[in-house]
């Protein structure tokens, strides 16, 4: 079974820039979560997708950024314009079913920095 | 919001020591969990917790989930240098917010061979 793939592995972009970042999670999992860690500090959560609808964004930054998931299958977190203080890894997470930690799974992160 | 305060931020041992790291909240948490995250790697799943009092153990790792439910533990014994990487513990409610997670901030072990 492949696990959650993100993509690209690394980017660094100009302030001001716009990023795209991927997300394909274990296929069937309904589940889909972003968090991202800033170095040195916690990995924080910013949303949580059941399937294409947003359950949960209390955790986004601020209107710079929007996560989609059409079709309830790959997401992407796009952020727009980047500031310095967005840099920082993000990890994207699936899961078969809400709560527990039923296959509960994260990727190996995109590594952004913003110059 | 909830905060877990992890300790110690970073840890440097010698191949065979045993190692212990913790982490305390002010919030009451259901389940507790321990992850290691490797370079370029995401957190993988060490150890669950799931009631108060639980102590586990996965190989030479063994975690407790506290009395209080404000707390845990990770202890790692005879430690080798494949050890290396960053813990972080992790806290999930139960009820509505119950597929978050609210993480430490790690503990950086660095294990010299």
């Given at each position: 079974e492949a696990g959650v793939t993100q993509f690209p592995s690394h980017s660094v972009i100009e302030k001001g820039q716009t990023v795209t970042l991927r997300c394909d999670p274990?296929?069937?999992?309904?589940n889909l979560y972003w968090y991202r860690r800033v170095m040195g500090k916690e990995i924080k959560f910013l949303l949580h997708f059941v399937k294409e609808s947003k359950?949960?964004?209390?955790?986004?930054?601020?209107?710079r950024f929007l996560a989609e998931r059409t079709g309830g299958t790959y997401s992407t977190l796009k952020v727009q314009?980047?500031?310095?203080?967005?840099s920082g890894v993000y990890f994207c997470a699936s899961s078969?079913?809400?709560?527990?930690?039923?296959?509960?799974t994260f990727g190996s992160g995109t590594r952004l920095t913003v110059v | 919001g909830q905060q877990l305060n992890q300790s110690p931020q970073s840890m440097f041992i010698q191949e065979g020591e045993d190692v212990s790291m913790n982490c305390t909240s002010s919030s009451i948490f259901n389940t507790w969990l321990w992850y290691k995250q490797d370079p370029g790697e995401g957190p993988v799943l060490l150890i669950a917790l799931y009631k108060a009092g639980e102590l586990t153990s996965n190989g030479r790792l063994t975690a407790q989930f506290g009395i209080t439910r404000k707390d845990s533990f990770l202890n790692i014994s005879?430690?080798?240098?494949?050890?290396?990487g960053i813990y972080f513990c992790a806290g999930q409610l139960s009820?509505?917010?119950?597929y978050k997670l609210t993480f430490g901030k790690g503990t950086l072990l660095t294990v010299n061979p």
């Open positions: 274990i296929s069937g999992h309904d359950q949960d964004e209390s955790g986004m930054p601020n209107n314009p980047a500031e310095l203080e967005d078969q079913r809400t709560g527990g930690l039923y296959g509960y | 005879a430690s080798i240098p494949s050890d290396v009820g509505g917010s119950n």
